[in-house]
């Protein structure tokens, strides 16, 4: 059991199997491939490709002889010499690697069977020797036919630019100045590893020794030079932006360091400041860029209710936190230290800012006049998730740590490049304090981009990957009114144009915001805590629904995002045409003030709503379950959370049809503190403790041992099963595709309707000599998942738990149709890398409730584990 847990603990789900797993299969039947239509038109496919190839070659020797005539004339040339072009590829045949013969790095892997390349032979000779080849059908021309065309870069800048610098790409001008976020690929033509060895293809063990220690030196080889490659580009950049014609400078250091074997540096970012003529040579020129984006503005709503009101005389004792009590980083606009609500549980001997011009000030100056503040709120929230308590003693759960990064206007300077400000500030805590939770109430001004991971997002999930934290991050916030200029249509621009709430929150104006779409953070939406209405004015929601400036999911890759929602306010608004929207104390969450500034100021007031006041409250969340259990990793904690979470009774009672959209709105639901910690006497949750590994091409078997009493044929009690898997895996920016994206992607089976554990095992483990007994029993069609494991599933269509990287489902099955032992398989899947040694970490929980709540399965639950004689594990093949 765990550890610190009182009354219905946790308990520990035992490791049965660790075999290899059966593969993925093929099917979809005989259909012809582009490949081999093309193979059966050799003259008419091998002439087009090569025509266009030497068009582009011609193209280079053009562009590459004004550039000499601009060197003579002393304007200084500073691109680099290599020669882009964009494939379309056959997407059922071609493998990237196939372009590494060819002499062509991989830039980007696109959507829609299209890739960036480059290469620095321009005559592009080896490609035009395997189109030769491949017409006259001689060996080595096979990849021309999986080549379906080839695309003029400068036709096509939208592959490069994000969709707000597209629609904008024909108003560049020349003269003026752009602050713009550039990504640059930097693999190479070597993508991947090479095939590990395996000693059944050696006669003799002296052979496959040899071919052993190869591989190795051919590995260490390639990672150095990734590297090497890595710093050449960075100065290939430094260069070109700084070339006098641009009037250009880097604002943001490159945050790529220096990789070990378990980092793939295969691109880096930076923000740069480059004039028009620049910005365009860069996106038509410049070999290895991927990715020229806008820079991400900070948005934060700021609607305060008309008559602030709150509590001056609180007059509770805050205790502080035990010494041992989990670290939570504040990441905001500071913290009022001071503030009696808060000062016992600040960590303020590791207080920081990093703001360049306000180095020391690391009060939270949001809203000088009197406003509250936006970071001594948050950092509220973390403490009293529900109510702000008016007397008594009450004890701190956690110690708040103060990371100041947003200026008194809660924006973020220019001259700060969020994704390297973050490395840097969760790099100081966790290396200096140990810190391993941090709230980032944070988001971009726009909806989220869906093509490639963005830097920030992406550094999220790196870091996350390579130390044990958790980020919880806010979704996002839709602007009420249009009184500033924003990316988003506003929720008045809605309500005007026809759209209703909660309809128009699935629009795309409304989707969530940088850097929410992140995989391995969790992201929080918000919904109502009360509904209000008098003469005047009406809330737009309900208690419990999607707040009306809440952003939506699906996220990047439609990855369910939100993940969970808390309370975050409501608005209301007037029967005037257009309706004027405002906040009220109604319906607006409590929380910490701050009290700088001038005039008098409340200590608590229910005077703001966002995304950021419901982030902080599971954050609390966060830090209980790490006072709970502290030698737990941050994965578990995140399981823990999201297993915890439901949906609210109006959610439950929607048609799978409109289902969808509530998962796009609330994810998986509320979650709730007890839940997550403990359970009840009807209500037992079993989860892995410790680190657990997997490769991919594994599988690890679990298993749950059912009492009789639970079984028996006589009883029809309905029990809720919730399954929940959290991991995490290297990210890989350039590419645009969520298998390609992490090194090992996971996803999580188990036992159908009446099937006993031996079938289970037969459907999901590759062991040929596993037995199955004769009357063992095969069992029926799956549970009545509610999101099932494919995007066709029979419940909510379009979506599918095995996207992201916590995948939750849940159903309510009959206690009679589940067998002696319940099994679940966690199954690893190779990504984007191949190396036999990659293993990624990984927590699940599972938990069965009965509905009925005089039903005690817990103590039988229980007690049938102890009398499971425990089967060894089978040891797969040492790599």
């Known amino acids: 059991m765990v550890q610190g847990s009182q009354g219905f603990p946790h308990i520990n789900l035992t490791l049965t199997h660790k075999e290899p797993a059966k593969s993925l299969g093929g099917g979809g039947g005989s259909k012809e491939t582009q490949t081999e239509i093309n193979k059966n038109n050799r003259q008419g496919h091998g002439s087009k490709i090569k025509n266009i190839v030497s068009s582009v070659v011609d193209d280079w020797r053009t562009f590459k002889e004004e550039q000499e005539k601009e060197q003579q004339e002393n304007k200084q040339s500073t691109l680099p010499d290599a020669i882009t072009l964009i494939l379309e590829i056959d997407t059922e045949t071609f493998d990237l690697d196939d372009l590494r013969t060819s002499d062509i790095a991989i830039i980007s892997e696109l959507e829609d069977g299209y890739i960036i390349g480059a290469s620095a032979d321009t005559n592009l000779s080896e490609l035009q020797k395997k189109i030769e080849n491949f017409i006259n059908n001689q060996r080595g021309g096979g990849v021309i036919a999986k080549i379906l065309n080839v695309l003029d870069k400068h036709q096509h800048p939208e592959f490069i630019l994000s969709p707000k610098l597209s629609e904008e790409w024909d108003q560049i001008r020349d003269e003026q100045v752009y602050v713009v976020e550039v990504g640059i690929s930097c693999l190479g033509t070597t993508t991947k ?23 190795i030196e051919d590995r260490n080889l ?49 923000l740069i400041q480059i004039s028009g003529l620049g910005l365009k040579d860069l996106v038509f020129n410049f070999p290895y860029v991927f990715e020229v984006a806008e820079k991400d503005d900070i948005y934060e709503p700021f609607l ?55 180095i020391n000030l690391t009060a939270d100056m949001v809203g000088k006049e009197g406003n509250g503040g936006h970071g001594t709120r948050v950092a509220g929230a973390v403490l009293y998730p529900k109510i702000i308590p008016r007397q008594g003693i009450y004890r701190a759960v956690c110690w708040l740590q103060n990371a100041r990064i947003l200026n008194s206007d809660c924006r973020l300077s220019d001259r700060l490049y ?113 509904s209000f209405r008098d003469l005047s004015w009406s809330s737009l929601g309900e208690k419990d629904e999607p707040s009306p400036f809440s952003c939506s999911g699906l996220g990047i890759w439609d990855t369910i995002k939100p993940e969970v929602v808390e309370y975050g306010g409501d608005i209301l608004k007037d029967d005037n045409q257009p309706p004027t929207l405002r906040c009220n104390s109604n319906t607006s969450p409590e929380l910490v003030r701050s009290t700088l500034g001038s005039g008098a100021s409340p200590l608590v007031a229910a005077d703001a709503f966002g995304t950021s006041f419901a982030a902080p409250r599971v954050t609390h969340i966060a830090a209980r379950l790490a006072a709970e259990f502290p030698n737990e990793r941050c994965l578990l904690y995140r399981a823990l959370i999201v297993q915890s979470a439901r949906w609210p009774d109006w959610a439950l009672a929607k048609t799978n049809e409109e289902k969808y959209n509530i998962i796009r709105q609330i994810g998986y639901g509320i979650p709730n503190l007890e839940r997550a910690i403990s359970n ?119 979506v599918s738990r095995s996207i992201g990287t916590i995948q939750k489902d849940w159903a309510f099955v009959k206690s009679y149709q589940l067998r002696e032992a319940f099994c679940i398989g966690v199954v690893g899947h190779e990504g984007w890398n191949n190396d036999p040694f990659a293993e990624v970490p990984y927590s699940l929980v599972v938990s069965f409730e009965a509905i009925q709540a005089d039903i005690p399965i817990y103590t039988s639950i229980v007690e049938a584990q102890i009398e499971i004689e425990i089967e060894q594990p089978i040891e797969i093949q040492s790599l």
Not at 193 to 211: C, D, F, G, H, I
Not at 247 to 261: A, K, M, N, V
Not at 723 to 751: E, G, M
Request: with cysteine; proline share 6%.
């Open 680 to 798: 009840t006497p009807n209500r037992i949750t079993l989860i892995t403790q410790g680190e657990k590994f997997i490769k991919a091409g594994e599988v690890d078997i679990y298993q749950v041992q059912l009492p009789d009493s639970l079984r028996s044929p006589g009883e029809e009690f309905e029990i809720l099963l919730e399954i929940t898997l959290s991991y995490k895996a290297q990210p890989r920016r350039t590419r645009r595709n969520r298998r390609k994206y992490l090194s090992t992607w996971l996803d999580w089976d188990c036992s159908k309707k009446g099937e006993d554990s031996e079938y289970f095992l037969s459907r999901i483990l590759a062991n040929p000599n596993h037995k199955i007994s004769e009357d063992a029993e095969k069992g029926e069609e799956l549970f009545n998942w509610t999101l099932g494991k494919e995007k066709h599933y029979k419940s909510i269509k379009n």
């Open 304 to 358: 305060p209710d008309d008559e602030i009101s709150g509590g001056k005389n609180v007059l509770f004792i805050l205790e502080s936190p035990d010494k041992k009590s989990p670290n939570v980083c504040i990441i905001d606009s500071g913290i009022q230290e001071d503030h009696p609500l808060l000062k016992n549980a600040i960590d303020s001997n590791n207080s920081t800012s990093w703001i360049p011009s306000e």
């Open 222 to 270: 390639t990672y150095q030079e990734w590297d090497d490659l890595a710093s050449q580009r960075q100065e290939d950049l430094s260069k070109f932006v700084t070339n006098p014609r641009y009037h250009g400078e880097i604002l943001s250091s490159f945050i790529e360091d220096t990789p070990q074997y378990s980092v793939v540096p295969d691109s880096f970012s930076c």
């Open 418 to 530: 969020a994704p390297s400000l973050l490395k840097d500030i969760v790099e100081y805590y966790y290396n200096q304090t140990g810190t391993r939770i941090f709230n980032h109430s944070i988001a971009g001004d726009s909806p989220c981009r869906t093509r490639y991971m963005s830097h920030w997002a992406f550094t999220i999930d790196r870091l996350s990957y390579e130390k044990d934290i958790l980020l919880i991050v806010a979704a996002g916030n839709i602007p009420l009114d249009s009184y500033r200029i924003s990316p988003r249509l506003s929720v008045k621009h809605h309500l005007l144009a026809g759209r209703e709430y909660p309809d128009y929150l699935t629009e795309n104006s409304c989707r969530i915001a940088n850097p929410s779409q992140s995989f391995q953070a969790l992201t929080v939406g918000s919904i109502t805590l009360n």
């Open 193 to 215: 590893l090479r095939e590990y060895p395996e000693q059944k293809n050696y006669k003799n063990r002296e052979n496959y020794v040899k071919a052993l220690n190869k591989w």
